[in-house]
């Protein structure tokens, strides 16, 4: 027990002279840093893209030989493949309004097939069959738009 507490004063009293010779150091550090801080100047740089400016490449390129050159290619590879996959959205987009397009040239076509049938059982005496497959047919369109704008509102949603 007196063992520990002879290391403990011992550590308590080279902690007070490191106390002190850190407060002289301050002293004269804060001495020197109050004529340097008057010529002191921060530049701050900074640059958004994928290619550094030329200062920055030269920096990389003396650091590690062969670097710029390797950045450079690695901006043109990013910049393929974003222009890759532009192309694919708009392959996609196109690919998807040929479709609507098809299955609203089929629904009006189905139509106007439905709705000539409908007119020739009028014409021909079965005009409540007519009328009720007319209406169950205009009913089922109005439907299937509602239903597809629901569900393109709720896809926008998420």
């Known amino acids: 027990m007196e063992i520990l507490l002879e290391r403990l004063f011992r550590t308590i009293a080279s902690m007070q002279k490191n106390k002190k010779n850190i407060k002289n150091?301050?002293?004269?550090?804060?001495?020197?840093?109050?004529?340097?801080e008057n010529g002191l100047s921060v530049l701050e740089q900074s640059y958004s893209g994928p290619?550094?400016?030329?200062?920055?490449?030269?920096?990389?390129?003396?650091?590690?030989p062969g670097s710029a050159n390797r950045?450079?290619?690695?901006?043109?590879?990013?910049?393929?493949?974003?222009?890759?996959?532009?192309?694919?959205?708009?392959?996609?987009?196109?690919?998807?309004?040929?479709?609507?397009?098809?299955?609203?040239?089929y629904t009006l076509i189905c139509f106007v097939i439905?709705?000539?049938?409908?007119?020739?059982?009028?014409?021909?005496?079965?005009?409540t069959a007519g009328i009720a497959v007319l209406i169950s047919e205009i009913v089922a369109l109005a439907g299937v738009f509602i239903c597809q704008k629901?569900?393109?509102?709720?896809?926008?949603?998420?």
């Open 25 to 36: 150091s301050a002293q004269t550090l804060s001495a020197k840093d109050a004529r340097i």
């Open 51 to 64: 290619i550094p400016p030329p200062a920055f490449l030269k920096a990389y390129e003396e650091i590690v």
């Open 71 to 105: 950045i450079l290619s690695m901006a043109e590879k990013n910049s393929d493949h974003s222009i890759q996959m532009d192309k694919e959205q708009i392959s996609l987009a196109h690919r998807h309004l040929n479709n609507q397009q098809r299955g609203q040239n």
């Open 114 to 127: 439905v709705a000539g049938l409908s007119g020739y059982a009028i014409h021909k005496g079965y005009s």
């Open 150 to 158: 629901y569900i393109a509102h709720k896809k926008i949603n998420n």
